[in-house]
């Protein structure tokens, strides 16, 4: 943020939303973040665990959505501290505040994916969020980082179906 200094020059601030504010956004991130953790273990899952014909599909889309998801999850947890907060970082709280759940034990090709557009719903849910949150506080910095992933998400989830109904 800046304010304008007594000589009019330019200063720059920290982030200066009110608390409450400021709670909203960290509280969604981590909500997020949380989530993302668990979806990123599920992809890792079914790229280790698919079999049958589809295996170089999901294989190697599960392991591109996870390697993005390295990236974000970084993002997003180093923006909380932008704030002054702290991420969310151990698994138990990972899987209190997350709203993903964990796969069963053997899901078939098919359920895989059935399961990673749900989770990309999901995921987008949480965006949706942080962005409103972002948005009612002015966070400009907030708002365009979701953004990003938020349009990445919809493409991949645009992808996932085509290939889910292909037949
Ligand atoms: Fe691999």
Same mark, same amino acid.
């Given at each position: 943020?800046?304010?304008?200094? $007594? ?9 200066? &939303? $009110?608390? /409450? ?9 981590? %909500? !997020?973040?949380?989530? +993302? ?8 899952? &079914? ?27 970084? %993002?997003?947890? /180093?923006?909380?501290?932008? &704030?002054?907060? +702290? ?11 997350? @709203?993903?759940?964990? *796969? *069963? ?7 895989? @994916? ?18 409103? !949150? ?14 990003? #992933? #938020? ?11 085509? &290939?889910?109904?292909?037949?």
């Amino acid at each position: 943020m800046e304010k304008l200094r $007594d000589n009019n020059t330019i200063a720059f601030k920290e982030l200066g &939303f $009110d608390k /409450e504010d400021k709670t909203e956004i960290t509280k969604a991130l981590n %909500e !997020a973040l949380c989530s +993302y953790q668990i979806f990123f273990h599920k992809l890792q899952k &079914f790229h280790w665990n698919v079999k049958g014909g589809d295996f170089f599909d999901i294989h190697e889309i599960t392991e591109e959505l996870y390697t993005k998801g390295l990236e974000n999850i970084d %993002e997003i947890a /180093e923006r909380i501290r932008v &704030f002054g907060d +702290y991420p969310k970082s151990n698994l138990s709280q990972y899987l209190a505040n997350s @709203i993903i759940s964990e *796969s *069963s034990e053997k899901e078939s090709p098919e359920e895989m @994916i059935h399961i990673v557009l749900g989770d990309l719903e999901k995921m987008m849910e949480c965006f949706l969020n942080i962005h409103g !949150a972002a948005v009612s506080s002015g966070d400009i910095g907030t708002s365009y980082m979701i953004s990003k #992933m #938020m349009k990445d998400f919809e493409t991949d989830h645009w992808k996932l179906k085509s &290939f889910a109904y292909k037949s």
